[in-house]
Structures are given as structure tokens and as C-alpha cells.
């Protein structure tokens, strides 16, 4: 009974990177589909999110299963409801890729940003997937010290999207209301997307180390609590 736990908290884990995994080929797909006026990538984009909500559904239900059969305490306890919040950010992750999907599908066949600005947003797209690609590396290793560096790494997208915002302030803005309003929802989802990756790996080191980032960065003790090498959610007590 014990090992099949064991098994099932790992299998929790396992979902999340997948769940990681697809978010960030769907926010690298949707950028594409957004700069080449790529209906078909759009679409497949699109219709793909199903299966990162199915991931989700499928996570809660067996995460309820174990609270309600085991009624975990402690490390398993943290995995548990820590995990059950990782999946939200990441389904909103996956909703955020779609959303850039649906506008690349609604100015077909022409693209909703500028030819002045692909640039930049190829720029925010590929860090999106980077920043995603380095949540789902922590939530294998559960290397402290690298989740609290995706804040560090967000840095970069908030200047970024700082960037489009000059462009848009800009007296010789010359694309007009509507492609401005496109401009600027692309930027949210953006920006949104990196700070979800950032709440995810945030939320394995309160994982980890049962305290919270923000705590461990004021103290500066990120890697007094890191573990390597596991590829569940979290070392289990009372293995």
C-alpha cells in the first residue's frame, strides 16, 4: 500500500512536467502561428489546450483521491496541495498560449503585429518557452537555487514588455487603435505566461523547503533546502 502511494504522489509529479512540457511548446507554436499568419499552427494550438485541461481534471480528481484515502501529513501533505496550485498556473499557462493563438486566428490572413515589432515579440515568445522549459527543470530536480532564479530571469520579460509600450506611446505610432489593442493583449499574455512559469517554481521551493521564496531570498539561504535527483514532486517522508 505504501509503495503504491509512493507511486502515485511521483505520477502527480510526473503530470506537472507534462503539463509544463506542452505549455511551453504551445506558447513557442502560437508565436509562430502569430508572426506567419499560420492558420493550421493556430488552429492545432488551439485545439491542443484540451489535453493540458484534461492533465489538470485528471490531476485534481487523484489529488483529491489521496487527501481523502491517505489524508497526508507534512512533506506529503505540502506535495499534495502545492501541487494541486502548480496545475492551475499551468493550465492558465496553456489558456495564455491559446489566447495568442485566437488572435493569430482572427486577423488572418494577416498577422496582428506590426513587421517593426516581430522582433520583439519572437523576442518575449522564445523567453516564455525558456523560462517554461526551466519551471518544468525544477519541478524534476527541485534544484532551490535554480527556481529562484526565474524570477531574476522574468526580469528580462518585464523589460520587454516595457518595450512595446514605447512603441506604443510613440508619436509615429502608425498602425492605428486596433492593431495597438492587439499589440497590447499580446504583451499581457506575455507577461502573464512568465509570471505563471515564476509562480510555479516558486511554489516548488515552498515544496522543498516548507518556506516561501520571497523568504529565502530576503535571508539569502536558496540553497540550504535544494534536492536533486528525484523525479516526483517532492522527497517523501516516511518512505
Same mark, same amino acid.
Not at 122 to 138: D, I, S, Y
Not at 178 to 192: H, N, P, Q, S, W
Given at each position: 500500500m505504501?509503495? %503504491?502511494?509512493h507511486e502515485?504522489?511521483?505520477s502527480?509529479?510526473?503530470?506537472l512536467?507534462?503539463?509544463a512540457?506542452?505549455?511551453?511548446?504551445?506558447? #513557442? /507554436?502560437?508565436?509562430t502561428?502569430?508572426l506567419?499568419a499560420?492558420?493550421?499552427?493556430?488552429?492545432?494550438?488551439?485545439?491542443a489546450?484540451?489535453k493540458v485541461d484534461?492533465?489538470?481534471?485528471?490531476?485534481?480528481?487523484?489529488a483529491i483521491a489521496?487527501?481523502a484515502r491517505?489524508?497526508?501529513?507534512a512533506?506529503?501533505l505540502?506535495i499534495v496541495?502545492?501541487?494541486l496550485?502548480?496545475?492551475?498556473d499551468l493550465?492558465r499557462?496553456?489558456d495564455?498560449?491559446q489566447?495568442?493563438?485566437?488572435l493569430?486566428?482572427l486577423?488572418?490572413?494577416?498577422?496582428?503585429?506590426? /513587421?517593426d515589432?516581430?522582433?520583439?515579440?519572437l523576442?518575449?515568445?522564445q523567453?516564455?518557452? /525558456?523560462l517554461? %522549459?526551466k519551471a518544468a527543470e525544477?519541478?524534476i530536480?527541485?534544484?532551490?537555487?535554480?527556481?529562484?532564479q526565474?524570477e531574476?530571469?522574468?526580469?528580462?520579460?518585464?523589460q520587454l514588455?516595457r518595450?512595446?509600450?514605447q512603441?506604443l506611446?510613440?508619436d /509615429?505610432?502608425k498602425?492605428g487603435i486596433?492593431t %495597438?489593442?492587439d499589440v497590447t493583449?499580446?504583451?499581457?499574455y506575455?507577461?502573464?505566461?512568465?509570471d505563471h512559469a515564476v509562480?510555479?517554481?516558486k511554489?516548488?521551493?515552498?515544496?522543498?523547503?516548507?518556506?516561501?521564496?520571497?523568504?529565502?531570498?530576503a535571508?539569502?539561504?536558496g540553497? %540550504?533546502?535544494?534536492?536533486?535527483g528525484?523525479? #516526483?514532486?517532492a522527497?517523501?517522508?516516511g518512505?
Amino acid at each position: 500500500m505504501r509503495d %503504491a502511494y509512493h507511486e502515485e504522489l511521483d505520477s502527480i509529479g510526473d503530470s506537472l512536467v507534462e503539463m509544463a512540457r506542452l505549455v511551453g511548446s504551445a506558447i #513557442g /507554436r502560437a508565436t509562430t502561428a502569430m508572426l506567419d499568419a499560420d492558420l493550421k499552427m493556430a488552429e492545432s494550438v488551439i485545439a491542443a489546450d484540451q489535453k493540458v485541461d484534461d492533465l489538470q481534471h485528471d490531476l485534481e480528481a487523484r489529488a483529491i483521491a489521496l487527501l481523502a484515502r491517505q489524508q497526508p501529513v507534512a512533506t506529503d501533505l505540502r506535495i499534495v496541495v502545492t501541487s494541486l496550485r502548480m496545475s492551475a498556473d499551468l493550465e492558465r499557462s496553456g489558456d495564455l498560449a491559446q489566447h495568442v493563438a485566437k488572435l493569430a486566428r482572427l486577423r488572418f490572413p494577416e498577422s496582428a503585429v506590426p /513587421r517593426d515589432l516581430h522582433a520583439t515579440i519572437l523576442e518575449m515568445g522564445q523567453l516564455a518557452q /525558456r523560462l517554461m %522549459a526551466k519551471a518544468a527543470e525544477v519541478i524534476i530536480t527541485k534544484d532551490v537555487d535554480l527556481a529562484l532564479q526565474l524570477e531574476q530571469d522574468d526580469d528580462e520579460m518585464d523589460q520587454l514588455h516595457r518595450t512595446l509600450f514605447q512603441h506604443l506611446m510613440d508619436d /509615429r505610432w502608425k498602425h492605428g487603435i486596433e492593431t %495597438a489593442v492587439d499589440v497590447t493583449l499580446l504583451g499581457r499574455y506575455y507577461e502573464r505566461f512568465a509570471d505563471h512559469a515564476v509562480s510555479v517554481a516558486k511554489r516548488v521551493v515552498y515544496l522543498v523547503t516548507g518556506e516561501h521564496a520571497d523568504e529565502i531570498q530576503a535571508t539569502g539561504s536558496g540553497a %540550504a533546502g535544494s534536492a536533486t535527483g528525484s523525479t #516526483g514532486p517532492a522527497p517523501v517522508e516516511g518512505a
